[in-house]
């Protein structure tokens, strides 16, 4: 078997959707610049690449077309291919994961991985939400909105409205304070956003940059939070404020084989050493890490305790404070620096996203083992395991 | 009694069933039609061939290809109990009597009392079909007959039998003209009817003529094209359109049931032209064989043109073509006005001259003996004329104006007799045969010697009826009317009513005196063949020739703010359109408050084919329609690629409603008039209609996609590239109206105004005209009278 390893991973800010930097701005493109940096910092010759592997959650209107091969052509070259590929959430991750087993089954050598998704640009249930009759006559619970899905999660394991309201301000706390420490900036490639629009019947262009993830409020409070509607279930405990953000953007992670990173001189920033995906009742997605991370832990050999550092995605407070009491996870090293309620959650890029924020966090701290973990919508869970080198 | 038609049979399904079938289809009667039925599993396979062959036929029979759906098949062996549901059976099988009567009996098992039956025969006597039939079926029977093809000639003849009730009568005169959108006249149970029955002294008098002034078949074309208002075709030409052995037929028909007609007595004993015999002898029928008085041969003149071959009707050989030796025809082409040239042909002393002097002298008095035997009254011959023949006055509009002693003087001078009815009329001293009073048309009534409305004619408008009145507003490109009840209507009178800046200036004080007076609003309308070919190219072309931007931005800017004044002014305008509404013209109807389009209108933006884009507002408009129908959800590339499709390769709807599959008319603001005639008539209506408690509409803000639509456009663009459906620069102008539709270069959807679009409108299309390869189309445009592909 080859060995693969993570050699580099770079993202962009996360954008707010419809509202931030980002609105305009397509997810194809802010991948090409993510890609192009990698290669930039890397230094290595775009020829060399076997694949770029996409995911993303959405992929149609201006991320249809195959999002995977636009992004390859246009970031590496005509000769290097490229495909999308979709679990949802868990897509980022998933990618990196099949860029590991690829290199270990001896398929390749060099790969891109990672996510990229813009929420402002195409809506979240797809621009045809259609689904199948015979599944709606054999079990409604099947599509389920996510919201619904939280609640019923909620329900069921006792959360409360105000322990979420604590978790999502946790989140807010932890993630200003990790932008005011600058623990961001050397994930982050900055990008130069042009528009054009017109103004008093006047074509007029203007520039900004994105440099820094968008969604954080440093100054909200438990007060503020609790005066949030319910949004999915009347007198339910879902609200904005507890929900995670709608965003934009990119992230992807260089992987490639043991033998052509010593060649290239190269050294490792990490090795994934072990990702699983589990399936849980669609009606309860929200819980699907606690299915997920045991068969992670088994495959990796490792005890719970033997991670160090978790990034857990924040799809609701109410699921995330579900999963850490049924899995048995520590709070205190969950989402050290704030999760997607304060830092948004660009669907088939968070996979990616937080693999990248886990394994900064980990060169700083020094933790040998670090998980990703997320609910997926259908009713699943993923978990990687990631090994510092 | 009144009478509800909705569903109707049709039996027999040839060229005439199936087209009657599609033009009854064409305003919405659901039809069965049958034939014969055939051996197999396919009873219906007569109709069935029949149907498709017409629908895939030129010019198409239907409005809309899916309006086919209408139409469903049968045999008359097992369809006939059908009939029992219909409103209205029209019997359209061979013309043999003995057929027909038999099929009748059969029609009376199934038919209700009450339902209407009609026959379309050209020549039985009616009263002889109704023989031996029920008295209900007699009085439900009359003819009603169609000319080919149904869906354009504008002729519906209606023709009583004895029994025929009077309401039953009435109810077609009425529903033919507003339901089928034909000009309805009143026939006599005569052989041929009006129009063929003149039609028949027409053709055969032009042959006679042709043969004793030794003229040649081309000389006879041109006397008898445009020269004179008829079809461009000519005679010659018209007859191998419509076949030599139809056209003899007629006149054999004719020859053989009215022996006592003055010109029967003339010729039936004559023989046949040698060259007709050689033709008919070598079944050198006309267009359907190949060839007829003309040849088309493989040669190409040096623009590609197939060489067309004549046949020389003294040595009877084909040969070149050869220009016609006729000095006044040249002459004659200068003068516009159609009464002075008519009377410069006549008077011209050459072969032409003797010709016309011959023709007129004759038609003059074989229409005017033929009342009261075809019809008691003028304007029915007139009306057959100009709606079965296509010519654009009747004989006795003809005689008008040459004037009646003149008229009189060219009859009596080639030997033939009057009726007495023209004697008594000389005497009362009422020379005219029409008289226009107010915008009303009134003929001269034999009975009464004195003017009468035109029953049919009430309520239509007819501008030539308002030419002794002083116009609102004239100058050289238009006249403004007042047709009554506080309406104008602005008529073009530029050539091919091409719109200039005259046009634009005539609008803008129309609009400035309606606003300020005591108007309703306009209407803006023609009785032309065509509302408008778009655009003074010519005007436009010298410009850019002379790089004269300065004018040409001041031009094209004009062109947008007059359309622009014309949707938000105070009162409504009101647009009726017929025959080619093009360019200019469609940008213009699409800017009115309301179109009231003629069905046979084709309408497009065809500027593509002279190198440019729609810079009169129609790019924008098309954006604008585009952002109209943009709804929550819409993923609205599909909409704005539709749209540029439809301005880049220049669609032209092949009737108003097809337009409306364009976009170019509005389902909730326009509507479709089926007979041409009436459309001046139902935009005044509309105009009243929109003028109680007219408010002008809101400015809108338009959706524009920007890159999101541009994105889209420039690869559909490149798509007809490689496919080879568009050359370079068809690419480039087709990127420019691209760019427009979704307001330029944008990042991101916004709305924008329409001036905004308007402006770089405007800029794409003098960045076009700034190019070589565009003014290469439009000269080539305005010296052959078609689009260059460069």
């Known amino acids: 078997m080859m060995n693969a390893y993570i050699i580099e991973g770079r993202r962009s800010a996360v954008g707010k959707a419809k509202r931030g930097g980002f609105r305009n701005f397509r997810s194809d493109d802010l991948a090409v610049i993510i890609i192009k940096d990698l290669v930039a910092k890397t230094g290595i010759d775009p020829q060399m690449v076997d694949d770029i592997i996409v995911g993303c959650a959405n992929p149609e209107g201006e991320q249809g077309l195959q999002i995977g091969r636009n992004i390859s052509v246009r970031a590496l070259g005509k000769e290097v291919p490229g495909f999308t590929i979709n679990r949802y959430c868990a897509s980022g991750l998933e990618a990196i994961s099949i860029a590991v087993a690829k290199i270990n089954a001896g398929m390749g050598e060099c790969y891109f991985a990672g996510g990229t998704e813009s929420m402002s640009l195409v809506p979240m249930t797809g621009y045809k939400m259609a689904p199948s009759y015979q599944a709606s006559m054999e079990n409604l619970n099947y599509h389920v909105s996510m919201g619904a899905t939280a609640e019923a999660v909620g329900k069921k394991w006792n959360i409360t409205r105000e322990e979420s309201d604590v978790f999502a301000l946790r989140s807010h706390q932890l993630a200003a304070a990790a932008i005011q420490a600058g623990k961001f900036n050397d994930e982050i490639v900055p990008v130069e956003v042009t528009e054009v629009f017109v103004k008093d019947d006047k074509r007029v262009e203007s520039t900004h940059t994105v440099a820094m993830d968008e969604g954080v409020r440093a100054d909200t409070s438990l007060e503020a939070l609790a005066k949030l509607p319910a949004v999915f279930k009347n007198g339910g405990i879902v609200t904005a404020g507890n929900s995670s953000q709608t965003s934009d953007g990119s992230a992807f992670v260089l992987v490639m084989s043991e033998r052509l990173m010593n060649s290239l001189g190269l050294s490792p920033k990490a090795r994934l050493a072990a990702c699983s995906v589990a399936g849980v009742d669609p009606l309860y997605m929200g819980i699907g890490p606690c299915a997920a991370i045991p068969k992670a832990l088994a495959q990796s050999g490792l005890k719970l305790s033997d991670v160090g550092l978790i990034e857990l995605n924040e799809a609701f407070a109410a699921q995330s404070l579900a999963v850490i009491k049924e899995a048995g996870l520590d709070p205190e090293i969950v989402n050290v620096n704030g999760g997607a309620i304060a830092l948004g959650h660009p669907l088939g890029c968070t996979g990616a996203k937080l693999s990248i924020q886990l394994l900064h966090e980990m060169e700083r701290r020094g933790t040998k083992y670090g998980m990703v973990t997320a609910c997926v919508g259908g009713g699943q869970g993923i978990a990687g395991i990631f090994e510092k080198l | ?790």
């Open chain 2, 1 to 790: 009694m009144s009478f509800r038609i909705k569903r109707v049979a049709v039996l027999g399904s040839g060229v005439m069933g199936s087209g009657i079938a599609c033009h009854l289809a064409n305003v919405g009667m659901d039809v069965l039609m049958m034939d014969l039925p055939t051996d197999g599993a396919k009873r219906n396979l007569i109709a069935d061939n029949a149907l498709s062959a017409s629908i895939k036929s030129k010019p198409a029979p239907l409005y809309k290809k899916d309006f086919a759906s209408r139409i469903t098949t049968g045999n008359f062996e097992d369809h006939l109990p059908g009939i029992a549901d219909v409103d209205w059976i029209i019997e359209v099988i061979v013309e043999r009597a003995d057929i027909k009567k038999s099929l009748y009996e059969k029609v009376e098992q199934y038919r209700k009392p009450g339902t209407l039956i009609t026959s379309n025969t050209s020549g039985i006597p009616l009263a002889t079909l109704a023989e031996a039939r029920s008295e209900d079926f007699k009085k439900c029977f009359c003819g009603t007959h169609f000319f080919n093809p149904a869906r354009y000639m504008s002729l519906l003849e209606i023709i009583p039998q004895p029994e025929t009730s009077e309401d039953v009568i009435a109810f077609f005169m009425k529903f033919g003209d507003e339901v089928l959108g034909k000009k309805t006249v009143l026939c006599k149970d005569t052989p041929a009817f009006i129009a063929n029955r003149i039609g028949f002294f027409t053709g055969n008098k032009v042959t006679e003529l042709t043969d004793a002034l030794e003229l040649t078949i081309v000389e006879v074309d041109k006397l008898t094209g445009d020269a004179i208002g008829w079809p461009s075709t000519g005679s010659f030409r018209l007859l191998d359109l419509v076949g030599l052995d139809t056209s003899v037929k007629v006149t054999e028909g004719v020859v053989k049931s009215v022996p006592e007609d003055e010109y029967v007595r003339k010729i039936k004993d004559r023989p046949m032209p040698a060259h007709m015999k050689f033709l008919l002898d070598n079944k050198f029928l006309g267009n359907k064989s190949g060839q007829g008085y003309y040849k088309k041969t493989d040669q190409k003149d040096e623009n590609g043109k197939s060489i067309i071959y004549g046949l020389n009707l003294k040595t009877l050989e084909y040969g070149p073509t050869e220009k016609p030796n006729i000095p006044s025809l040249g002459l004659a082409k200068k003068i516009e006005i159609m009464s002075k040239r008519l009377k410069a042909l006549i008077e011209a002393d050459d072969k032409g001259g003797a010709f016309l002097k011959a023709f007129f002298g004759g038609l003059f008095a074989y229409a005017s003996n033929r009342i009261p035997e075809i019809s008691d009254n003028i304007y029915s011959i007139d009306d057959a004329m100009k709606a079965g023949y296509a010519w654009s006055y009747g004989p006795f509009e003809y005689w008008d104006m040459l004037g009646f002693e003149y008229g009189l003087s060219l009859a009596t001078s080639q030997g033939e007799s009057l009726p007495e009815w023209i004697h008594k009329k000389k005497e009362s001293g009422n020379l005219d045969f029409y008289q226009s009073e107010g915008g009303i048309l009134k003929y001269y009534d034999l009975g009464s010697q004195a003017y009468l409305p035109i029953p049919g004619a009430i309520g239509l408008i007819h501008l030539s009826n308002f030419s002794e009145q002083t116009p609102v507003i004239k100058n050289t490109e238009c006249t403004v009317h007042d047709i009554g009840d506080g309406v104008m209507c602005l008529e073009f009178t530029s050539k091919a009513n091409a719109i200039g800046e005259g046009i634009g200036q005539g609008l803008a004080e129309a609009i400035d005196l309606a606003e300020n007076g005591n108007w309703k609003g306009i209407l803006i309308g023609n009785n032309a063949k065509n509302f408008s070919v778009g655009a003074n190219l010519m005007a436009v072309g010298m410009l850019a020739m002379q790089n004269d931007w300065k004018a040409l931005e001041a031009m094209v800017h004009g062109f947008q703010q007059i359309n622009m004044r014309m949707r938000y002014s105070k009162v409504p305008v009101v647009i009726g359109t017929q025959g080619y509404v093009f360019g200019g013209g469609c940008e213009m109807s699409m800017h009115a408050d309301a179109v009231v389009a003629g069905a046979e209108s084709y309408i497009g933006l065809v500027e593509v084919g002279v190198g440019l884009l729609p810079g009169g507002g129609g790019t924008k408009e098309f954006a604008l329609r585009a952002s109209d129908s943009y709804f929550e959800g819409d993923t609205q590339i599909p909409t704005i690629i539709d749209k540029l499709k439809t301005i880049a390769t220049a669609a032209v709807g092949t009737s108003a409603h097809e337009a409306f599959d364009y976009g170019y008319l509005l389902p909730e603001r326009d509507t479709v008039c089926v007979g041409t005639h009436r459309v001046l008539a139902e935009g005044k209506d509309k105009v009243l209609s929109l003028s109680e408690g007219y408010v002008p509409p809101s400015p809108k803000k338009v959706t524009v996609l920007g890159r999101t639509g541009l994105g889209a456009l420039y690869t559909a663009i490149n798509e007809f590239y490689l496919g080879k459906f568009m050359s370079q620069h068809d690419v480039d102008i087709a990127r420019k109206i691209a760019y427009v539709l979704c307001g330029g270069d944008l990042t991101a959807q916004q709305e924008v105004s329409e001036q905004y679009l308007l402006d770089i409108e405007r800029e794409a299309f003098l960045e076009l005209l700034g190019t070589q390869k565009t003014q290469e189309r439009i000269q080539f445009m305005l010296m052959n009278n078609k689009p260059l592909r460069n």
